[in-house]
């Protein structure tokens, strides 16, 4: 079945940066457009960014746009989000994401940016 595992969160200073990845398993990964969401506490899940089935394709939620990165790996069968400059409103749980059987979710990984 479809498999999502996501690594990479943690603590990070405003202005910091880190690297999440998403390991996909159970589907062809190749076929399939990914997305990364997020969601803060008491809020709604929210679209961060999302990339074509090729990688030439990306879009980004307007308060991530040039500061956020979405790439893949068709190979290695992951997709990573590069987060920059980093601010207390990204502080999220943030999640990988496929349409693939009927909308697939990872389980998540916390970001939390705090001084």
């Known amino acids: 079945q479809v498999q999502l595992v996501e690594s990479g969160g943690g603590l990070v200073q405003p202005g910091g940066s880190l690297r999440l990845s998403c390991a996909a398993s159970g589907f062809t990964f190749k076929y399939w457009t990914m997305s990364w969401y997020r969601q803060a506490p008491g809020k709604e899940r929210e679209l961060v960014a999302t990339?074509?089935?090729?990688?030439?394709?990306?879009n980004y939620a307007d308060s991530v746009k040039g500061r956020f990165i979405i790439s893949r790996d068709n190979v290695k069968n992951t997709v990573a989000l590069q987060m920059n400059g980093l601010k207390p409103d990204d502080t999220a749980v943030y999640y990988c994401?496929?349409?693939?059987?009927?909308?697939?979710w990872g389980q998540g990984t916390q970001v939390t940016v705090s001084s």
């Open positions: 994401y496929t349409a693939r059987g009927s909308g697939s």
């Open positions: 990339i074509s089935k090729v990688g030439d394709i990306t």
